[in-house]
Structures are given as C-alpha cells and as structure tokens.
C-alpha cells in the first residue's frame, strides 16, 4: 500500500524554466510534508516542508504548494538551475498517539536540467 | 554538510551473518530513526529511538534491532542476513520526534552475497 505516491519517475527542463515535482497521498491523517533532494553516493538532504495547516510555504527558488481537498502536493523550483539535477523525494508525517516522526517517502522523481 | 555521519560507507556480508551499522547525529538531537532504501524506490521506515527508547517501528521483522546511546550515536543490527536485506541504510536525525526537520547521514551501501 503506496501511502505516498510520485507517479512521474523522472522530468527534464532547460535551465531557467520552471521545475514542478508532483506527490500524491492517500492517508488524511498525513498533517506534515517534507521534499528531500539525493544526489547519488550522499543521503537525502532536506529542502523544503510545510505543515497541514497552510497551503504555501515559500524558501527562495523552492515553492511548496498542498492541497488538502485532493491530498497533492507539489514543489516548484524557478529558476531551476543545472546543480538541482537530483532525485527528489516528497516525505509525510502523521500525528499519532505514539508521536512518532514516521516518515513516509514516495518513490522519487529524478529531475535533470539541461544547461 | 549535516553533521550526521555513518559508517562503515560500504559493507559486504554472507547470508546468515550479522551486521551492525553506526550512526553519529548532530550533537542536542534527541531522536535518531533509520531508513531502509531499496535500489529505485524511496526510503522505508525501521524504526525511530528517542532518548534511548525505540518509539516507533515499522514493517520490519525482530531481526532488526537498534540502540541509541547518550553521546547521540546509535546503531542498527541485523541477525541472520538475508539477500533482500541488500539495501542503502540510512539514518536521521532531528531535535523532536516530530522529525520537523530531519537530517540524514550518507548512508552504509549494505551487499548481502
């Protein structure tokens, strides 16, 4: 059971267009988001989160934008430069008794931008 | 540069042994969890120790243990290897349970022959 989805496995975009990496979820009890990019031979380093309770959350060329009602999120890179060549993976915590930061991560999407 | 840190990078063991992974987080981070990535998917939850306590596990069998020592370093064990346990191993660690902010290590790349 795929709680956390990223149906396209990769994108392309030329440098200075926009990227958008789309994430999909299906638990309502999901209250937390959290992108995460990977190059190869290093662990997932954290970009961008945003919490159940606004639906934007802006840090410089990274924009994340949730939709409760459709249970989507998608992140938003402009200008997208050639060092965000990566693999990004969307990650979604739930409040639970146990409070535990479980995260769950989608499969990734692997973004390459064209010089 | 997260200042979690684990080792060994890389690691190669035969069915039916034991492993143990280690894992450093940053100093003042009270919980540690560790992460199963299998080759072209996304990584998968093991467990979660705050303040020495596991505090949340997830779809993995008995064979997988931890610890979390009071220096903030932690370890991973795995006992009777199996050929699917060849995975990139990762662990995180944050100031809250909440994992508001979750800082990953490099990963030990785990081959099991």
């Known amino acids: 059971d795929q709680q956390v989805k990223q149906n396209s496995p990769s994108l392309s975009v030329q440098e200075g267009r926009i990227s958008i990496l789309n994430c999909d979820y299906t638990n309502s009890m999901f209250d937390y988001f959290l992108w995460y990019k990977k190059y190869p031979a290093e662990g997932p380093t954290f970009l961008i989160s945003?919490?159940?309770?606004?639906d934007k959350n802006e840090d410089g060329r990274f924009t994340v934008f949730l939709n409760k009602s459709a249970k989507h999120l998608s992140l938003h890179i402009v200008p997208s430069q050639p060092g965000d060549s990566a693999v990004y993976f969307c990650a979604a915590s739930a409040a639970g008794s146990s409070n535990t930061g479980k995260l769950i991560f989608g499969q990734g999407t692997t973004l390459q931008v064209k010089p | 540069e997260t200042g979690v840190t684990q080792s060994p990078t890389h690691l190669i063991k035969t069915r039916g042994q034991q492993v143990t992974l280690r894992c450093s987080s940053q100093?003042?981070?009270?919980?540690v969890s560790w992460y199963q990535q299998a080759l072209g998917q996304g990584p998968q939850f093991i467990f979660q120790y705050y303040r020495e306590e596991e505090n949340g596990r997830g779809n993995f069998p008995p064979r997988f243990s931890g610890l979390q020592f009071p220096n903030y370093s932690s370890e991973l064990n795995v006992n009777a290897l199996e050929l699917d346990d060849s995975a990139l191993y990762l662990c995180?660690?944050?100031?809250?349970?909440?994992?508001?902010?979750?800082?990953f290590g490099q990963g030990t790349r785990l081959t099991v022959v």
């Open positions: 945003i919490s159940s309770i606004k």
């Open positions: 995180a660690s944050s100031r809250d349970r909440k994992n508001t902010e979750a800082f």
């Open positions: 100093s003042g981070h009270n919980t």
